[in-house]
């Protein structure tokens, strides 16, 4: 499973507004500052997150971005969108059928495959934003 980097600073955002939920709109310089990531990428990144609605956004002065839905209500599965645990299981890549892997039927290995597939996704789709709030509990410090 690879989780790519714009995966992380989504679920990274979406945490952040979640810790402002309630307090109003939040500009996405700050949340690029608090979460460390890069200003533009995050732009991106929340427009994505926006055609989905998962978040919404104000324009204006006090404008600035807001969860789409409760923390409780997003499910880090559902920021994160899990590929599958690997490509054979995607259609892509050099060990898909199309790309002629010789065990492409009757392939041993896909039914545990599968099986790790369903476990990161039901760990992903349980996991809701409320509780990643719920367990922060721990800051982390800075060194500079």
Not at 22 to 30: L, Q
């Amino acid at each position: 499973m690879i989780i790519t980097c714009e995966k992380k600073y989504a679920l990274r955002a979406v945490f952040e507004l979640a810790k402002h939920h309630g307090r109003g709109p939040v500009k996405g310089a700050d949340i690029a500052r608090s979460q460390e990531i890069p200003t533009k990428f995050l732009e991106v990144i929340l427009s994505k997150l926006k055609r989905i609605g998962l978040v919404k956004s104000k324009r204006g002065f006090h404008g600035g971005y807001t969860l789409g839905r409760s923390a409780s209500d997003i499910t880090v599965g559902s920021v994160l969108e899990p590929l599958a645990a690997v490509s054979c299981l995607t259609g892509s890549g050099a060990c898909s059928e199309k790309e002629g892997c010789p065990f492409s039927t009757g392939c041993v290995f896909l039914p545990m495959w599968d099986k790790v597939r369903d476990s990161i996704n039901e760990v992903y789709y349980r996991t809701t934003i409320q509780d990643l709030l719920d367990d922060d509990h721990i800051t982390p410090v800075k060194i500079n």
